[in-house]
């Protein structure tokens, strides 16, 4: 909740929106890894990767579906 809050209200309607598709126990997001979607383990594309990793666009998995976050995220 505390993350939530701190989050642009266009990237949490994004997220809430997203939740919806993916009731629990699954996840609406997913780390990019190696170009890979760590949900559904799809290689993605090396641009969907660059534009990702520099922060340019908010990303979809084209086969799950789920909003991408990029490895460099878990540290956060």
Known sequence: DALMEQCPSSVRSLYLEF???F????RP???????KCSACHMVL?????ASLD???SQETCPY???LLI??????Y
Do not use: Y
């Open 29 to 35: 997001v997913s780390f990019l890894i190696d170009k």
């Open 54 to 56: 520099e922060g340019r």
């Open 70 to 75: 990029p490895e460099t995220a878990k540290i």
């Open 45 to 49: 594309d090396s641009q969907l990767k």
């Open 19 to 21: 939740e919806k598709k």
């Open 64 to 66: 799950c579906g789920r």
């Open 23 to 26: 009731p629990l126990p699954k």
